[in-house]
Nanobody, 123 residues
């Protein structure tokens, strides 16, 4: 399986961006997908995840109420809608695949990763 994230860019604080993750390969609906981010000099951290069948979601506290994850199993795509962006949201955003049926925030449970897309939020 291959994952490709895109949609990053430069946006002013308070603005919005929509990231997309396109997943190649079979059985896209058989696994969950998560978004993580890594800011310069920091560890990669969990942002949001969506389960494989019932579309349940999970968010980091720092993005709750501002970000929304969704998936379209007909297009093998997961989106991350990011609203009310803040400078501290600046990071490289990665999408990843987990074989677990439910949502997960644990990085070690994801076994395939995309290349990342850069999001820069200016103040």
């Amino acid at each position: 399986v291959q994952l490709q994230a895109f949609g990053g860019g430069l946006v002013q604080a308070g603005g919005s961006l929509r990231l997309s993750c396109v997943v190649s390969g079979r059985a896209f609906s058989s696994y969950g997908v998560g978004w993580f981010r890594q800011a310069p000099g920091k560890e990669r951290e969990f942002v949001a995840s969506i389960s494989r069948w019932d579309y349940s979601t999970n968010y980091a506290d720092s993005v709750k109420g501002r970000f929304a994850i969704s998936r379209d199993n007909t297009k093998n795509t997961v989106h991350l809608q990011m609203n009310s962006l803040k400078p501290e949201d600046t990071a490289i955003y990665y999408c990843a695949r987990t074989r677990l049926p439910g949502v997960s925030s644990k990085r070690d449970l994801y076994d395939a990763w995309g290349q990342g897309t850069l999001v820069t939020v200016s103040s």
